[in-house]
């Protein structure tokens, strides 16, 4: 499957080409969706809806930042191919070319009954549909020592922005032969390759600037992403530099020590230059405000995304337990199209199309070497189910494996387009 920026833009637009809509209860005035936060879910589905209502409906973007910086492509930033302006996204675009409503600020309460949301600010927003997608938060004490106040210390990186350039700093600031150790999540969290590609950008920059540098890996799991495409990458580019210790070696025992700068595995104690922690993760706080959340996470229906426990709430993304879609930026798009397409629908008495659901997830793992793996899945009564998918393959040819990571700039260009252009 090959996607570049004009494929991407019309097999992904190709849906919303819409009749135009007309507008329910009239002498109500307009329908009012808000849309809280502001990345891949949230301002794909805040435009999408705003722009083919042909502003029958009143869109408010709820945001506390005015720059948005992807999580995807940051291990780049990290790895030296991107620099962070690269990342940044303004809302400008979508507040003046589609009418959207942009607020910066947070939600501290949601009525459900009353249907109204409180900010920090003061405001009190009244909706007919709520659209969450708040991305992730941490679960605190997943890994013994840590907390989000020694983030400074142990940068997590797992929020793209100030997290991002304070772990590239520290990897540049590596004494020779210094040790880069990482704690890896648990599953389920936000990007399933996210934190291989980044021992691969960590790597690939030591590799130049600190080749006697040590990595080392403390991963709680068996088995993850594409490991076989990574542990090949590695053999091949980072002979010797990169150590992963598994569930099996006890990387499922770990604790840090960000005063003394040491970090635990199975007993052993490790001093460390930097040490990138990667915590266990839940939804977004606003999820549990909203009081939509089972356990860690926000049950939806396939359908439309729409919350099992409030029909007028919808979560996008990283937030929603949906079923067999990995947390991505591809996914948290795709899903809000099917979002939007419904909520449209619902307000306006409009056409709404089947659900239908793509992802891919591009992986560099050095110059020029990239990989990738992907499916396509659609809506059940149960959850979103994969229908079919594919991966690159172990020994492919360079020539291949540099279209693979061109396929992703591609992508990079015409999914930030379709967000905020």
Request: with cysteine; proline share 6%.
């Amino acid at each position: 499957m090959n996607l570049n920026r004009r494929s991407f833009l019309t097999t992904t637009l190709a849906a919303s080409v819409l009749s135009a809509p007309m507008v329910r209860a009239a002498g109500h005035g307009k329908p009012r969706v808000l849309v809280v936060g502001g990345g891949p879910g949230g301002v794909t589905a805040a435009k999408y809806i705003a722009r083919d209502s042909n502003s029958a409906i009143d869109v408010t973007l709820i945001e506390p930042t005015r720059t948005y910086y992807t999580c995807f492509f940051s291990n780049l930033y990290i790895g030296g191919f991107k620099d962070i302006e690269d990342l940044g996204h303004s809302y400008g675009n979508i507040a003046a070319n589609y009418g959207v409503n942009v607020v910066h600020d947070w939600v501290v309460a949601v009525n459900r009954t009353t249907k109204l949301v409180d900010l920090a600010g003061g405001s009190t927003l009244p909706y007919d549909k709520l659209i969450l997608a708040p991305g992730i938060d941490f679960i605190e004490d997943s890994v013994d020592g840590w907390s989000i106040d020694a983030q400074n210390v142990m940068p997590h990186s797992y929020k793209a922005g100030s997290q991002t350039e304070l772990l590239r700093a520290q990897i540049q600031a590596m004494p020779e032969g210094g040790v880069f150790a990482m704690v890896a999540p648990p599953n389920p969290y936000r990007c399933p390759p996210g934190p291989y590609e980044r021992i691969s950008m960590v790597a690939h920059h030591l590799k130049q600037h600190n080749p006697t540098a040590k990595i080392i890996v403390a991963d709680p799991k068996e088995k993850f992403s594409k490991q076989a495409l990574f542990e090949e990458g590695w053999n091949t580019h980072y002979p010797g530099m990169i150590e992963r210790i598994g569930s099996d070696f006890g990387g499922d025992i770990v604790s840090v020590d960000p005063g003394a700068m040491t970090i635990t595995i199975d007993g052993a104690v490790t001093k460390v230059d930097v040490c990138n922690v990667i915590p266990a993760m839940k939804a977004g706080r606003i999820v549990q405000l909203a009081d939509i959340n089972d356990g860690n996470w926000a049950p939806v229906n396939a359908i439309d995304m729409s919350s099992k426990a409030d029909p007028n709430i919808y979560v996008l993304g990283d937030a929603s337990q949906q079923g067999d879609m990995p947390k991505s930026g591809f996914s948290a798009n795709s899903q809000a199209k099917v979002c939007a397409n419904a909520v449209r629908g619902e307000l306006t008495d409009s056409r709404v199309f089947p659900a239908k659901y793509s992802n891919t997830c591009w992986s560099l793992i050095e110059t020029n070497d990239g990989v990738k793996v992907g499916a396509t899945y659609e809506a059940t009564d149960e959850k979103i189910a994969k229908v079919d998918g594919f991966i690159s393959a172990t020994g492919e040819t360079p020539d291949i494996r540099k279209a693979t990571y061109e396929e992703s700039e591609d992508w990079y260009s015409g999914i930030t387009a379709d967000m905020f252009g």
